[in-house]
Structures are given as C-alpha cells and as structure tokens.
C-alpha cells in the first residue's frame, strides 16, 4: 500500500535478493529457520520462503506488516512457512511465542532496520539468542559500523560486504553484510 515503505529501485532490491541467495548457496542453506527482522512487506522473508522450513518476519509499521500478512496470503509458500508479527523488534525477539516460533541455534536472521540500525535492545536480543548467521542491509555506514562492532564483539565474525547501489547515480550506497557466529 501507499503508507508501506519499499525499496524504490526494484533492479537493486532483486539484486540484494539474488546476493543473498547466492550467499546462502555457498553456506549449503537448506531448511532450517530465517528470523527476517525489519521485515517491512515481506520482500526478503517471501524472497527466501523456499529455502527455509519457517519463516517469522516481523516489523513495527502496521501498513508494512499488514501488506506483508496480504503478501504471504498470496504467495504459494507465504501461508503455510510464513508467520507476520507486528510490534517493535526488540519486543517481538523477547515475545515467548516468537522465540519458540524458530530454532535459534541454527537460524539465520536477516537484519534491514532504518538509518538508526539495530539499537541496543535488538543487539542485545540478538546475542542472547545465537542465531547462526546474521545478513544485515545497511543504508547507513556509521550506524552498520557501530552495530558490527556490537555484534563482533558478542562473538559473530564479519564474513563478506557487498554494496549495493539503491539509488544509482548518488553518493549513497548500501551494504549488505554476511556475519556468521562463531564456534
């Protein structure tokens, strides 16, 4: 809908779609969980639905998540792997019924938050839970520097960046980074 937020150049966000994918590739994904956090209408939670046994994606913007609960409606897979949750993150990844939703041990979570980044509350979440791989979209360097640092330090590793240009023919540029925890 027109309150939703989506990625204005489509080219780029199959792009980042296709990378991750290919990402997920190389580390043999296959079945298993995906966390898809700041989910917004569902892009990457419905994107990846086929290679995952459950999905949960959630987000704090109603229209988005009732756009994503529609989108997962209609696509083949989206209501029977996907779940929609509608509230603030951090709350969401603290939610009982959330957190017995998936295997955390061995999820991977996918990480698109807003120029902000993830915020304390979130990290915080993230390294209590464990998840195995985490695929994080930053439209801000600072703030993904800052969160990387954060994550890093509660034991992930920075596996592999990539940028992404979602607005062709400006300074801005996104990046897509791959941190997988270690052993």
């Known amino acids: 809908s027109h309150d939703s937020f989506f990625q204005g150049n489509l080219a780029a966000a199959e792009d980042a779609l296709a990378t991750i994918r290919s990402w997920l590739d190389d580390a043999g994904q296959r079945g298993g969980d995906l966390a898809d956090c700041f ?66 041990d061995e999820a991977t ?25 985490l695929i994080y979209l930053s439209c801000d360097p600072a703030t993904l520097a800052r969160d990387a640092a954060a994550l890093t330090a509660a034991g992930y590793e920075l596996v592999r960046a990539r940028p992404v240009a979602m607005v062709p023919q400006t300074a801005h540029l996104e990046t897509l980074v791959q941190l997988n925890r270690q052993s």
């Open 39 to 104: 989910g917004g209408v569902g892009l990457f939670a419905l994107g990846l639905a086929d290679r995952f046994d459950r999905v949960v994606t959630m987000d704090a913007d109603e229209s988005a998540s009732r756009d994503a609960r529609e989108n997962a409606r209609r696509h083949p897979l989206g209501g029977e792997r996907v779940g929609v949750h509608q509230g603030e993150v951090h709350h969401l990844l603290a939610d009982p019924t959330v957190r017995a939703a998936l295997d955390w």
């Open 109 to 133: 979570v996918i990480l698109d938050p807003p120029r902000a980044g993830l915020g304390k509350p979130v990290l915080a979440a993230l390294a209590e839970r464990r998840p195995q791989r």
